[in-house]
T-cell receptor
Framework: DSGVTQTPKHLITATGQRVTLRCSPR?????VYWYQQSLDQGLQFLIQ???????AKGNILERFSAQQFPDLHSELNLSSLELGDSALYFCASSPTLRGASGNTIYFGEGSWLTVV | AQKITQTQPGMFVQEKEAVTLDCTYDTSDPSYGLFWYKQPSSGEMIFLIYQGSYDQQNATEGRYSLNFQKARKSANLVISASQLGDSAMYFCAMREERNRDDKIIFGKGTRLHILP
């Protein structure tokens, strides 16, 4: 158990709909990352938050948005869903912003999203 | 720009043999971290091992060791005495530690099959 909690674990929804994925980081971790893993694209970095502020942005679509709340949990909102958004969405967390020896990031179990 | 390359899409290895999974990287940042993650068929991402660019010794964690060759920009994962449970997808990843972008980027992975 990595200590990172993601809900829901599985979600099936229709095209055009909107969903929210939730992530609770490990206790004390300030940094939260979101990744998308699809069969043909591998693991793609979407966005990172540190202590409530957006820190880095990757290949995140405009239809997607995220935020980190004062209690450090984070939500990823996916709207106007398309078939191609079907993927495994990971949240990960790490304690600090800058890398230190052994300062890795730990992943949640992921949220499987299927758009039909 | 940072880049991770894993040239082996798949590998088949006999149980109890040692396995080397290749990873090369590219970065202009003198301070960086290298990571290996395991993803079994259940989907979760499991952190295996970390190597900092300034670490003098190769990292080891149980049966996992990282063969770090800085001049070659190589960070191969070695699994000793492979077990059936090692069958999984393995990802090499990197974080540039002086970059404002704190994200970790991943290679495309190597699928390892351990044969009984």
């Amino acid at each position: 158990d990595s200590g990172v909690t993601q809900t829901p674990k599985h979600l099936i929804t229709a095209t055009g709909q909107r969903v929210t994925l939730r992530c609770s980081p490990r206790s004390g971790d300030l940094s939260v990352y979101w990744y998308q893993q699809s069969l043909d694209q591998g693991l793609q970095f979407l966005i990172q938050y540190y202590n409530g502020e957006e820190r880095a942005k990757g290949n995140i679509l405009e239809r997607f948005s995220a935020q980190q709340f004062p209690d450090l949990h984070s939500e990823l909102n996916l709207s106007s869903l398309e078939l191609g958004d079907s993927a495994l969405y990971f949240c990960a967390s790490s304690p600090t912003l800058r890398g230190a020896s052994g300062n890795t990031i730990y992943f949640g179990e992921g949220s499987w999203l299927t758009v039909v | 720009a940072q880049k991770i390359t894993q040239t082996q899409p798949g590998m088949f290895v006999q149980e109890k043999e040692a396995v080397t999974l290749d990873c090369t990287y590219d970065t202009s940042d003198p301070s960086y971290g290298l990571f290996w993650y395991k993803q079994p068929s259940s989907g979760e991402m499991i952190f295996l091992i970390y190597q900092g660019s300034y670490d003098q010794q190769n990292a080891t964690e149980g049966r996992y060791s990282l063969n770090f060759q800085k001049a070659r920009k190589s960070a191969n994962l070695v699994i000793s005495a492979s077990q059936l449970g090692d069958s999984a997808m393995y990802f090499c990843a990197m974080r540039e530690e002086r970059n404002r972008d704190d994200k970790i980027i991943f290679g495309k992975g190597t699928r390892l099959h351990i044969l009984p």
